[in-house]
């Protein structure tokens, strides 16, 4: 077996603390922009309803929460999605940075009614947008809407879309 030399081995201890250096900068990044490498799985959750349907949703109401949304899902129940809320409508962009699920996005306005639906590729950073100023982006697996016959105009109900009580 050889022997290292002081200088392989130094160099050696060098690689080592560069390559944690770069982990150490990567999971600092992450951290700063509010988005860490676990999925968010302890968030509020909503029923909703699309017609006999039930949907079961992680809120996401924060900016960090939003940012993360089912960032790092490997996988979603039957009827899990996430329901997104923004302070107030504006044209909605997603994408699928760091998610492994294929996604369907309902773009949904005040009153529950489904804007446009946009189908996206896992890991894929293409953006996808409401075509028109939501408040609210319900994230379901792909193909969940589309195997009930659920599209634009379909109206959700549940506690965000009920009018207020006078």
């Given at each position: 077996?050889?022997r290292?030399?002081?200088?392989?081995?130094?160099r050696?201890?060098q690689?080592?603390?560069l390559v944690?250096?770069?982990?150490?900068?990567?999971?600092?990044?992450?951290?700063?922009?509010?988005?860490?490498?676990?999925?968010?799985?302890?968030?509020?959750?909503?029923?909703?309803?699309?017609?006999?349907?039930?949907?079961?949703?992680?809120?996401?109401a924060?900016?960090?929460?939003?940012a993360?949304?089912?960032?790092?899902?490997r996988?979603?129940?039957?009827n899990?999605g996430m329901?997104?809320?923004f302070?107030?409508?504006?044209?909605?962009?997603?994408?699928?940075?760091?998610?492994?699920?294929?996604?369907?996005?309902?773009?949904v306005a005040?009153d529950?009614?489904?804007?446009n639906?946009?189908?996206m590729?896992?890991?894929?950073?293409?953006?996808?947008?409401?075509?028109?100023?939501?408040?609210?982006?319900l994230?379901?697996a792909q193909?969940?809407?589309?195997?009930?016959?659920i599209?634009?105009?379909?109206?959700?109900?549940g506690p965000?879309f009920?009018?207020?009580?006078?």
């Amino acid at each position: 077996m050889p022997r290292a030399t002081p200088s392989s081995s130094w160099r050696r201890v060098q690689r080592r603390g560069l390559v944690a250096a770069a982990a150490a900068w990567a999971v600092a990044s992450a951290c700063a922009q509010g988005v860490a490498e676990a999925p968010q799985r302890d968030l509020p959750r909503v029923t909703l309803r699309a017609g006999m349907h039930l949907i079961h949703a992680q809120v996401a109401a924060t900016h960090a929460q939003r940012a993360t949304g089912l960032m790092w899902r490997r996988e979603l129940g039957p009827n899990e999605g996430m329901l997104f809320v923004f302070e107030a409508p504006a044209v909605q962009c997603f994408w699928m940075k760091n998610t492994y699920v294929p996604l369907t996005a309902a773009f949904v306005a005040d009153d529950g009614r489904i804007v446009n639906l946009a189908d996206m590729r896992p890991l894929d950073e293409t953006s996808h947008c409401s075509n028109e100023p939501v408040r609210y982006v319900l994230e379901m697996a792909q193909g969940w809407f589309r195997q009930r016959g659920i599209g634009p105009g379909f109206r959700l109900a549940g506690p965000p879309f009920q009018a207020p009580q006078r």
